[in-house]
């Protein structure tokens, strides 16, 4: 008998203690080693993404391993783990404790980055300055000077040194190795100097120098030493602090839901936290209140403002029926809803599980960079070496050679490789939930970057989905507004789709009476003594059919309009455009995207909304079964096309899977949102040239941060090693590399949409 495999559970490490991309590739590695893990370490996001088999590993186990590489780790969020739901449902309360605690342990962290660093500063700038100035150079100024870098060296630099000594200790050289080396070099040749050399001697002079100096044995670096540990402790504390902002909009999308809800037990009203919230709860919603979980409106009417999930402005209309989402805004009247989802399966909960997984997982490039991350520091302290043995052999003197090897290990910088991908994630797909689009993960940018043809379901994407009034025709003697208003006092006691349309264009519908519904054929009713009918035509239409015939080739339903037994004219209703379609279908257009439009409907119905919103006519494929949209996709993709598909419903799942970028319409089915790679929460097909834009501008940075980050040691580290860079102004330079990366990611915050 065969055994049924254990399915894979997921696990998130909230990891701390991390300073460079090198330790999360260590880290990623030893928990790799464990049998049945497969795990992501994400430096940016200080966090681990963990698929792990329950029979062969457990989370304390998972933990307990990153702990043995010298860090910490805990338990942010679990599938199908032990306190699963009450760590999911807490978040999705807008009390995402596990995130609180790493957001804490950051705070704490760039606190305490910053006293450091301010008093290193004070106590370093003494140091540059009669190092560099002769005017300043007391009798014994070294010595002062020497005082005030052990200081530096010592207090300041123990963050570099610990986290050196603690790496050695498992076999591991990270960034910390480098910065440790290079200041340890250049404070025991300043020491030797100073005690065994004759730079200890009363008058000693040093001179200002931008490029090194290779004047004599008696050279000191105490300058170099204090200068490159206040700049590095500058730019960690830069990097820390950004690395919090970049977080900010995952952040605030968990923190929007409502803390409590009065919810109505044996008839009265009680205010219970939100975590109490059950499914079936009735809860009042007053206006200027949140909503407190996903649920259906039972009484009340009012106006939702949805524009902290959706990115839309507009307020919505709602009522006796209508579906409200968790941490939506109330505009005005009191609202009373049943809970439907609470929890980890809420639409909030939903996003910030999206956002959590798009940012915690790596794009291919990012890969390749962790790689070149676990090469890179011996690559550099071997390149420093020979460095040093290079200049020795020819010629040069050990002054020479030996601040050239410094500058080497003090240049180099794989910190911003490793920030270079995460950081531009972090704060895009961050941005994206703010305006409603949701990325599924990171390898989703480089599939927007591909495609280069949009397929569009017709019905509730380019359109509404919703039957509007297209047209009145009149017979004569009689106004269209007349024809319209007898329609609407027909149709006004009906629910069908074609009759609310009607009624819904209708200034004021007149009373009606004696209703009549005729299935399949049409309604009836008295309207005014007088004896009218809405459906299919029962006369003959004379003078109007021609016009009758062209409203049903172009795609409309027209239904006449007969008073008494006569034709009084007739009323096209068709699904409508939605209003910013044609102008979504022109930008996407503009971002070199063809558009086709994909419908079950007839072809005279689809070449009229192609016409509407500017889609090629010979782009258009209609009377499409729901089964075969896939099909269509296929075909597209064998005439070498990157195809992206847009819809919402089940019947575009299979599309929307098969595409190489599928996108889902937010108001459209779990299915399809499953299917796709980025999920719309706004009903605009606006949102989707939004999130193609925001993709690519978010690729753009990636590549540009790493064209940064690659060019920067690409250049510098041959300039140090051939003796042309300053050790003090190496340590500038590579606090700043850091800096730079993360600042040029922050820049995606400013994005906005175009609707």
Known sequence: ???????????????????????????????????????????????????????????????????????????????????????????????????????????????????????SALVSLPVMLVSMIPALQFTNWQWAAFAATTLVYFAAGSVFHRATITNLK???????????????????????????????????????????????????????????????????????????????????????GAKDAAVIRDGKEVRVPISQVAVGDKFVVRPGEKVATDGRVVSGHSAVDESMLTGESVP?????????????????????????????????????????????GKAPVERLVDRISQVFVPTVIVVALLTLAGHLLAGHTAVHAFTAAVAVLIIACPCALGLATPTAILVGTGRGAQLGLLIKGPEVLESTRQVDTVVMDKTGTVTTGQMGVVDVVPAAGITADEVLRLAAGVEAGSEHPIARAIVAAAPEAPASEDFQNEVGQGASARIDGRSARVGRPTTDLGELAAAFDEAQRSGATPVAVEVDGALAGFVAVRDTVRADSAEAIAQLRALG???????????????????????????????????????????????????AMVGDGVNDAAALAQAELGLAMGAGTDVAIEASDITLMRDSLMSAADAIRLSRKTLKTI????????????????????????????GIAMAFSSVFVVSNSLRLRGFTSLA
């Open 316 to 360: 919505v209309e709602v009522d006796e029926g209508s579906t409200v989402t968790g941490a939506t805004l109330n505009t005005s009247g009191r609202l009373v809803v049943e809970a439907t989802r609470v929890g980890s399966d809420t639409t909030l909960a939903q996003m910030g599980k999206l956002v959590r997984d798009a940012q915690s």
């Open 703 to 730: 590549k540009g941060n790493l064209f940064w980050a690659f060019a920067y040691n690409v250049i510098l580290i041959p300039v140090a090693a051939f003796g042309y860079l300053n050790p003090m102004l190496a």
């Open 593 to 643: 995207l063809t558009p086709h439009l994909l419908t079950g409907d007839n072809e005279g119905a689809a070449q009229a909304i192609a016409a509407e919103v500017g889609i090629d006519p010979a782009n258009v494929t209609a009377g499409v079964l729901p089964e075969h949209k896939v099909e269509v996709i296929k075909q597209l993709q064998a005439q070498g096309k990157r195809v």
């Open 1 to 119: 008998m065969t055994q049924t495999p254990v399915a894979q559970q997921h696990i998130e490490l909230g990891v701390t203690g991390m300073t460079c991309a090198s330790c999360s590739s260590r880290i990623q590695r030893k928990l790799n080693k464990l049998d049945g893990v497969d795990a992501a370490v994400n430096f940016s996001t200080e966090t681990a993404a963990v698929d792990f088999d329950p029979a062969k590993a457990t989370p304390q186990q998972l933990i307990d391993e990153v702990r043995n590489a010298g860090y910490d780790a805990f338990e942010m969020h679990a599938d199908g783990g032990p306190g699963a739901e009450s760590d999911a449902g807490a978040e999705g309360a807008g009390g995402a404790s596990s995130s609180d605690k790493l957001d804490n342990a950051r705070l704490e962290e760039a606190d305490r980055l910053k006293r450091t660093t301010i008093w």
């Open 170 to 256: 498992h076999g591991a050289m990270t960034m910390d190795t480098l910065i440790s080396l290079g200041t340890t070099a250049a404070y025991l040749w300043s020491v030797w100097a100073l005690f065994f050399g004759g730079a200890g001697e009363p008058g000693m002079t040093m001179e200002m120098s931008i490029l090194p100096s290779h004047a004599s044995m008696d050279e000191i670096y105490l300058e170099s030493v204090c200068v490159v540990i206040t700049f590095l402790l500058l730019g960690r504390w830069f990097e820390t602090r950004a690395k919090g902002q970049s977080s900010e909009a995952l952040r605030e999308l968990l923190n929007m």
